[in-house]
């Protein structure tokens, strides 16, 4: 007998766990089809808690509510109507999905006892049918994917709006289907579960009927869905159609030269030397400016570069030949600061790069003093404009994507700022580069941030966006910031005084790169004259036209002539053919000599002892 009892007992011990277990019981769906073309669902849920999984109260997913069955995304919309348990009014709350919703329901202060309870969901969802033609179509996931616990029943009765037979309803899923049609008549269908669905499982059902008892959007509410549905490509889109639009406006009004003469000019304007004559041209500093202006000073052969076996000089000659450079401000200044303390060469070295760039200051400053306000125009307002537009656009993105992805920390939304220091980090070095800075470390450090930045963000885009499309959508901040660091620096105009200058300067560029022949015979004034205005063709862009022009006539002048100009330029290029090279190597020789200090005098000047000297 009580061995009868003690396998009694533990009967009981082993069948209460099975009999306690949580699960929905029954899952009954109720979708009643509107002539609008929304979804009225009415769902019953009879539930088995324990405490566990459900505490506090369900967690109903609409997973793929935004998902059309072609992969096509929707902007669905789903309104809930009223949550009840056991007939009761039941609190919820709803938070946004990658690709659907969840409700919760419950309060987190009250828990469940074990036991059943009943749950009524009313909810409306639109956008759900597909149109086929002469047919309307429905494919609704009836219980979704993401339950964790087993559902032992479900029925699902869909409603037309009216009385029209139903062409084809079915189960998903073909012959493994976890469900059949139960009933089917005219304007109504009723589906039955077949088997047990595991958490994980779900049952989805297809149906369809003749068009006409849905109304289908006009073709202005189709296209408005369509807007909705691609939100991302018509703000990229649009964004990026706005600031091209805008800027080439703002560039036009910028650059607008006016009505001019366009006869050539045989001289430069009165008083513009080959630094202020690029300039003028280029509406800003650049380093080309200051090499433009080394090469004058040895086309006037104030200065010229010494082969010696102890190293490489920069000589000041003597005002031999009536072409001093003393006489132009910019180039005296050059002069003064690579020669100062009355020595007379200056090796190049440490001390020859602290010149230069101190030259280069210097010269910068000058220019910026005596022509920047009264010959150029600066639009920095409409720049600022160009970024607000941008900034909304890429606002405008990242909100989308996080919209989308249900998440505010999404890599998929944040991604697309993670590339955008590259852009500004590079305008950053190449502004650094156009002025003349010689020191790498800035411009590596830079650099280097920058293409971390861009292979970072593009690795995280790449790896969290779900198709090529929004890729390229994703990145379109990135490549409108282009255009944008772009107008903070290009967007110059001239003033009256500017636009007339500008004109004389075009037709001494003109002249420059078709220049008239020389007779034949007069070989070394051809020579003379290349070498006048090379500065001046290499500082306007057309030295190789100005080089082409000559290079016949100048190679017949007397080869002491031409001996003694390549003896003056360093003897390494020859000016003739190669005076971009010349400029490249006064420049790489600052560029590669480490920066020195150069000692003081009790006074506070610079000393003589310092490699260079007074010979």
């Given at each position: 007998m009580r061995s009868c009892l003690l396998a009694l007992c533990w009967l009981f011990v082993l069948a209460g766990p099975a009999r306690a277990d949580e699960r929905i019981l029954e899952f009954f769906s109720d979708i009643k089809v509107e002539r609008s073309g929304d979804l009225l669902v009415t769902e019953n849920l009879r539930v088995r808690s324990e405490g566990k999984q459900i505490k506090y109260g369900l967690q109903r997913d609409f997973a793929r509510l935004y998902r059309r069955a072609d992969g096509s995304r929707a902007a669905a919309g789903l309104d809930v109507v009223s949550v009840r348990r056991d007939g009761r009014a039941e609190p919820f709350v709803s938070s946004r999905l990658r690709d659907g919703v969840r409700i919760s329901t419950g309060r987190p202060d009250v828990v469940f006892r074990p036991g059943e309870y009943q749950y009524t969901l009313v909810y409306?969802?639109?956008?759900?049918?597909?149109?086929?033609?002469?047919?309307?179509?429905?494919?609704?996931?009836?219980?979704?994917?993401?339950?964790?616990?087993?559902?032992?029943?479900?029925?699902?009765r869909v409603v037309l709006p009216s009385d029209e037979p139903v062409r084809q309803a079915a189960v998903a899923g073909g012959a493994g289907a976890?469900?059949?049609?139960?009933?089917?008549?005219?304007?109504?269908?009723?589906?039955?579960?077949?088997?047990?669905?595991?958490?994980?499982?779900?049952?989805?059902?297809?149906?369809?009927?003749?068009?006409?008892?849905?109304?289908?959007?006009?073709?202005?509410?189709?296209?408005?869905y369509g807007v909705q549905d691609h939100a991302e490509f018509w703000v990229a889109g649009v964004g990026l159609a706005l600031l091209l639009l805008y800027y080439l406006a703002a560039a036009t009004q910028a650059w607008r030269l006016g009505r001019h003469d366009r006869t050539p000019q045989a001289d430069p304007p009165e008083g513009l030397s080959a630094p202020a004559l690029r300039y003028v041209y280029r509406k800003g500093y650049d380093r080309w400016a200051f090499l433009s202006g080394m090469m004058e000073l040895l086309a006037r052969r104030s200065v010229q570069v010494l082969e010696r076996a102890d190293g490489r000089y920069l000589e000041r000659l003597p005002n031999q030949t009536g072409s001093d450079a003393r006489h132009d401000p910019l180039l005296n200044a050059m002069l003064g600061r690579f020669f100062a303390g009355g020595r007379t060469l200056l090796r190049l070295d440490g001390l020859y790069r602290r010149c230069y760039d101190e030259a280069q200051?210097?010269?910068?400053?000058?220019?910026?003093?005596?022509?920047?306000?009264?010959?150029?125009?600066?639009?920095?307002?409409?720049?600022?404009?160009?970024?607000?537009?941008?900034?909304?656009?890429?606002?405008?993105?990242?909100?989308?994507?996080?919209?989308?992805?249900?998440?505010?920390?999404?890599?998929?939304?944040?991604?697309?700022?993670l590339p955008l220091p590259a852009v500004p980090a590079w305008f950053a070095v190449y502004a650094q580069w156009r002025a003349g800075a010689t020191s790498l470390a800035s411009r590596t450090v830079l650099s280097v941030l920058g293409l971390l930045c861009l292979a970072g963000g593009l690795a995280v885009l790449a790896t969290h966006v779900e198709s090529a499309r929004l890729l390229l959508i994703g990145l379109a901040p990135l490549a409108s910031l282009v255009?944008?660091?772009?107008?903070?620096?290009?967007?110059?105009?001239?003033?009256?005084?500017?636009?007339?200058?500008?004109?004389?300067?075009?037709?001494?560029?003109?002249?420059?790169?078709?220049?008239?022949?020389?007779?034949?015979?007069?070989?070394?004034?051809?020579?003379?004259?290349?070498?006048?205005?090379?500065?001046?063709?290499?500082?306007?862009?057309?030295?190789?036209?100005?080089?082409?022009?000559?290079?016949?006539?100048?190679?017949?002048?007397?080869?002491?002539?031409?001996?003694?100009?390549?003896?003056?330029?360093?003897?390494?290029h020859d000016p003739l053919a190669r005076p971009r090279a010349v400029m490249r190597t006064l420049d790489r020789w600052a560029a590669k000599a480490s920066p020195v200090r150069a000692p003081r005098t009790a006074r506070g000047g610079d000393a003589e002892e310092a490699g260079e000297g007074r010979r």
């Amino acid at each position: 007998m009580r061995s009868c009892l003690l396998a009694l007992c533990w009967l009981f011990v082993l069948a209460g766990p099975a009999r306690a277990d949580e699960r929905i019981l029954e899952f009954f769906s109720d979708i009643k089809v509107e002539r609008s073309g929304d979804l009225l669902v009415t769902e019953n849920l009879r539930v088995r808690s324990e405490g566990k999984q459900i505490k506090y109260g369900l967690q109903r997913d609409f997973a793929r509510l935004y998902r059309r069955a072609d992969g096509s995304r929707a902007a669905a919309g789903l309104d809930v109507v009223s949550v009840r348990r056991d007939g009761r009014a039941e609190p919820f709350v709803s938070s946004r999905l990658r690709d659907g919703v969840r409700i919760s329901t419950g309060r987190p202060d009250v828990v469940f006892r074990p036991g059943e309870y009943q749950y009524t969901l009313v909810y409306r969802v639109t956008r759900q049918l597909q149109a086929a033609g002469a047919e309307d179509r429905l494919a609704w996931d009836v219980t979704g994917t993401d339950w964790s616990l087993p559902i032992d029943r479900v029925r699902v009765r869909v409603v037309l709006p009216s009385d029209e037979p139903v062409r084809q309803a079915a189960v998903a899923g073909g012959a493994g289907a976890p469900g059949r049609v139960q009933e089917k008549e005219a304007g109504r269908v009723v589906f039955v579960s077949t088997r047990v669905l595991e958490p994980g499982q779900n049952m989805t059902v297809e149906l369809g009927w003749p068009a006409g008892e849905v109304r289908r959007p006009g073709p202005l509410k189709a296209w408005w869905y369509g807007v909705q549905d691609h939100a991302e490509f018509w703000v990229a889109g649009v964004g990026l159609a706005l600031l091209l639009l805008y800027y080439l406006a703002a560039a036009t009004q910028a650059w607008r030269l006016g009505r001019h003469d366009r006869t050539p000019q045989a001289d430069p304007p009165e008083g513009l030397s080959a630094p202020a004559l690029r300039y003028v041209y280029r509406k800003g500093y650049d380093r080309w400016a200051f090499l433009s202006g080394m090469m004058e000073l040895l086309a006037r052969r104030s200065v010229q570069v010494l082969e010696r076996a102890d190293g490489r000089y920069l000589e000041r000659l003597p005002n031999q030949t009536g072409s001093d450079a003393r006489h132009d401000p910019l180039l005296n200044a050059m002069l003064g600061r690579f020669f100062a303390g009355g020595r007379t060469l200056l090796r190049l070295d440490g001390l020859y790069r602290r010149c230069y760039d101190e030259a280069q200051g210097g010269q910068r400053e000058w220019l910026d003093e005596a022509y920047a306000r009264s010959l150029f125009v600066v639009y920095g307002d409409r720049a600022r404009k160009g970024a607000y537009l941008w900034i909304a656009m890429t606002v405008a993105l990242v909100g989308l994507a996080i919209v989308r992805e249900g998440n505010p920390l999404s890599w998929a939304a944040w991604g697309i700022l993670l590339p955008l220091p590259a852009v500004p980090a590079w305008f950053a070095v190449y502004a650094q580069w156009r002025a003349g800075a010689t020191s790498l470390a800035s411009r590596t450090v830079l650099s280097v941030l920058g293409l971390l930045c861009l292979a970072g963000g593009l690795a995280v885009l790449a790896t969290h966006v779900e198709s090529a499309r929004l890729l390229l959508i994703g990145l379109a901040p990135l490549a409108s910031l282009v255009l944008v660091c772009a107008g903070f620096l290009g967007l110059r105009g001239y003033t009256a005084q500017g636009r007339a200058l500008r004109a004389r300067i075009d037709g001494f560029r003109r002249f420059l790169a078709r220049p008239p022949v020389l007779a034949s015979a007069d070989a070394e004034s051809a020579l003379a004259r290349y070498e006048r205005y090379l500065p001046h063709a290499l500082a306007l862009g057309v030295d190789r036209r100005w080089a082409a022009a000559h290079a016949a006539q100048a190679r017949s002048a007397a080869s002491a002539a031409r001996v003694d100009m390549q003896a003056r330029y360093g003897g390494l290029h020859d000016p003739l053919a190669r005076p971009r090279a010349v400029m490249r190597t006064l420049d790489r020789w600052a560029a590669k000599a480490s920066p020195v200090r150069a000692p003081r005098t009790a006074r506070g000047g610079d000393a003589e002892e310092a490699g260079e000297g007074r010979r």
